[in-house]
């Protein structure tokens, strides 16, 4: 069993940053870890993922300005958020995929970009 604990969330201006933090309670070390959210009345969607060699893959609409990362030492998946837009605001979920299959997720932070 795996709890997640995202936090960092919050309230920015158009064109600031933010970044988000996950701790897990256990080693995640070969989990695919990621970023998802949800904005009301939209479905829950991915933002980035990071699996267990480095690679990531993000949504196109965050291509460029989010950067996700993990610290295996740390057991902690990070999202740096550059140049925030209005339509980034959603709650940000952070989910730990297991290689055989089955997942876990956080409790959500709200992130929140003002104009």
């Known amino acids: 069993q795996v709890q997640l604990v995202e936090s960092g969330g919050g309230l920015v201006q158009v064109g600031r940053s933010l970044r988000l933090s996950c701790a897990a309670s256990?080693?995640?070390?070969?989990?695919?870890m990621g970023w998802y959210r949800q904005a009301p009345g939209k479905q829950r969607e991915l933002v980035a993922i990071?699996?267990?060699?480095?690679?990531?893959t993000y949504a196109d609409s965050v291509k460029g300005r989010f950067t996700i990362s993990r610290d295996a030492a740390k057991n902690t998946v990070y999202l740096q958020m550059n140049s925030l837009k209005p339509e980034d605001t959603a709650v940000y979920y952070c989910?730990?995929?297991?290689?055989?299959?089955?997942?876990?997720w956080g409790q959500g932070t709200q992130v929140t970009v003002s104009s």
């Open positions: 989910n730990a995929a297991r290689p055989g299959g089955g997942f876990y």
């Open positions: 256990g080693s995640i070390f070969n989990y695919v």
């Open positions: 990071i699996r267990s060699g480095g690679t990531t």
